[in-house]
């Protein structure tokens, strides 16, 4: 299953019923679960491990030394797991420390020319579309979706089933449940029609639309009169408004408002 136009070092590890098209080149420290498919011109580079089912499109370079001016050349690594969808042009990088890899998790999607960086950590269920940058340090929750052409900046953090759209400029963390736009980026809004798709409960949603006129709708207020304020009522004890809350306090760059 690997095309003769393609470069796989004999030292790589390639699984069961993997295809590698034409003109790909595979590392010698890259390990391949089984069913992948590797369509043409693919690049994995690095220490890079990839669970089973991922999907990758022409000229993805995935596994690429970090852009980190801080790396002195050590061993680093990048960990995948499985049926991630990598588009034509997408480019993830390793860690920058050994004792830190790039993480991404499984059932994620990025569209053509998205890029992760160097330490990121992804969860599940993931989209970045088309052109979104990924600076270094992100964390993402799962179900979190950025939009076309949206940047993120280094060490912020992207909350579970939240949504950024478009053209945004995210310099500080995205709540999560929430519609974060504009540049730059502040919060618009409960992402009502996402959590929907997702199965919330109808309750659960409606607690969620308490907590975000208590956090949000009054953006000149103190955040930390508003999280008081949250948990003294009853919706604070549901799981996910209780995420919300604690999402908000862990804060290191501050919440988008």
Do not use: W
């Not at 580079?45 to 999907?55: I, K, Q, V």
């Not at 030394?65 to 061993?75: A, F, N, R, S, V």
């Not at 599940?124 to 979190?144: K, P, Q, T």
């Not at 504009?182 to 996402?194: C, F, I, K, W």
Request: charged letters at 20%.
């Amino acid at each position: 299953m690997i095309h003769p136009t393609a470069i796989v070092s004999p030292l790589a590890r390639i699984g069961n019923n993997v295809r590698i098209g034409p003109f790909c080149v595979i590392g010698a420290h890259v390990e391949l679960g089984d069913d992948c498919v590797l369509h043409s011109h693919v690049v994995l580079e690095g220490h890079s491990t990839f669970g089973r089912g991922n999907e990758f499109f022409p000229f993805a370079a995935i596994g690429g030394k970090t852009q980190d001016l801080k790396y002195q050349g050590e061993p680093t690594y990048l960990e995948v797991g499985d049926h991630n969808v990598f588009r034509e042009n997408t480019t993830v990088h390793r860690g920058t420390h050994e004792a830190l890899p790039t993480r991404i998790g499984s059932h994620n999607l990025f569209l053509c020319y998205s890029h992760v960086a160097h330490d990121c950590q992804l969860g599940n269920h993931i989209i970045l579309s088309n052109s979104v940058g990924i600076a270094g340090h992100i964390i993402i929750e799962d179900y979190a979706i950025v939009s076309g052409v949206a940047a993120v900046h280094q060490f912020c953090r992207i909350g579970r089933h939240s949504i950024i759209g478009g053209c945004s400029k995210v310099v500080q963390d995205v709540p999560p449940y929430m519609i974060v736009d504009g540049n730059p980026a502040s919060t618009r809004g409960l992402n009502l029609v996402g959590l929907q798709r997702r199965g919330f409960a109808e309750d659960d949603i409606k607690a969620l639309k308490a907590a975000y006129k208590k956090l949000f709708l009054k953006k000149d207020g103190n955040l930390s009169n508003s999280i008081s304020s949250l948990k003294a009522t009853h919706v604070a004890d549901t799981p996910h408004v209780a995420h919300l809350i604690h999402f908000v306090e862990a804060s290191e760059r501050g919440v988008t408002r």
